[in-house]
């Protein structure tokens, strides 16, 4: 019984060693080069081409979003509670830097107001008092230590009007506005809020007779003669784009250039946010559309671009067929970029190599079944 065992181990033995030396066997004869006749090749439609150095040909598409850049945006809000009492614009509106958005009233604005007026006048009264005191210094009337007390009473006066232009500055009122205040001694019912920039009035939050709070947004007016992307690429290629790279958005007249990358990665995605700036007049994206831009595919030593149907699989194994006296060679490349019909690969190939681009069904099949072929 033990031998009958042992012979039969030494028998499944001997097939296994069989089989492992007819798998190597096939293995090493697929990378051999296999014969193909010109006749074979004129029959079977086998066409080659060139290989060629790597180009600007081969892109890669990802999805992007337009942006205004922040800027370029800017946001009127409230400068106090009031209430807005007139509105002097439209929503898509083109408006120019200083031109009134809309009229607004407030308690708040009548204070700083009065502030105003007041500082103004003591300011007015400290300046002639200093003056006065300087005269009478000058005629050796008065000591010195009055005319120093007389400027620094002035410092101070002006310091206090300073302060309240500045109040009015910030809420929105306009240096114009205030200059005639001042000039006039009345103040103003309502105060006109004006646009810091020039731009298209692209959202309107506030309603005519809304009270509102301080700090409540009431209009956005946005510059869009330029415009940014914001581009979604892996993570794991995000240094193929650097600074300055030049990109094209698809289906438009369109360039733009890489300005930074975030340092961040996208937790859900995995993905990297491009910034993109687009050159030149635009005309045909607006803010908030999505795009697809084209970008250029990593530039890499020893790669090349070959049509994409030269690239056939052996399971995970991309390969390519070269010419050679005999007949074919089937060379493992792997594939590093797509775009359109094109491919960049790296592999074993060099300029100039013939590599079949037609007819590959009838290759695959000789290479994979070289005996059948013969």
Do not use: C
């Amino acid at each position: 019984m033990k031998k009958t065992n042992f012979r039969f181990s030494l028998g499944v033995l001997a097939i296994a060693l069989a089989y492992g030396m007819s798998a190597a066997a096939h293995a090493e004869e697929r990378k051999a080069m296999f014969a193909v006749g010109e006749s074979q090749i004129k029959a079977l439609g086998i066409q080659t081409a060139p290989v060629q150095k790597q180009a600007e040909s081969i892109k890669i598409g990802f999805p992007a979003q337009v942006l205004i850049p922040p800027r370029a945006e800017q946001v009127l809000s409230s400068p106090v509670a009031g209430v807005v009492v007139q509105m002097l614009v439209q929503l898509n509106q083109a408006v120019r830097a200083g031109e009134p958005l809309l009229r607004f009233a407030s308690p708040e604005f009548g204070q700083l107001q009065l502030q105003l007026l007041q500082a103004n006048a003591r300011a007015t009264l400290a300046r002639q008092a200093a003056t006065r005191e300087q005269s009478l210094f000058d005629e050796g009337i008065i000591a010195k230590r009055r005319v120093q007390e007389a400027q620094a009473a002035l410092m101070d006066a002006e310091a206090t009007l300073n302060q309240a232009r500045s109040g009015l500055r910030l809420s929105g009122v306009a240096e114009a506005t205030i200059a005639r205040i001042i000039a006039t001694g009345q103040p103003q019912d309502s105060i006109a809020l004006t646009a810091t920039q020039s731009g298209i009035v692209t959202e309107i939050s506030a309603k005519l007779g809304q009270r509102v709070e301080a700090a409540t947004e009431l209009a956005h007016i946005a510059k869009i003669d330029t415009l940014w992307l914001d581009i979604q690429v892996p993570a794991s290629e995000s240094e193929n784009w650097p600074r300055g790279t030049k990109i094209t958005v698809q289906g438009h007249d369109l360039s733009a250039r890489i300005l930074s990358t975030s340092p961040l990665i996208s937790a859900t995605s995995q993905t990297v946010a491009l910034r993109a700036e687009i050159q030149g007049k635009n005309k045909s994206v607006r803010p908030g559309e999505f795009v697809t831009v084209e970008m250029p595919a990593a530039t890499m030593p020893d790669s090349w671009d070959v049509p994409l149907v030269a690239v056939v699989h052996e399971g995970d194994q991309a390969i390519v067929f070269v010419r050679t006296p005999e007949g074919f060679e089937a060379r493992p490349v792997k594939v590093v970029a797509r775009a359109g019909q094109r491919t960049r690969v790296q592999g074993s190939v060099k300029a100039g190599d013939q590599i079949a681009v037609a007819g590959l069904v009838a290759l695959k099949g000789a290479w994979l079944n070289p005996k059948e072929s013969e």
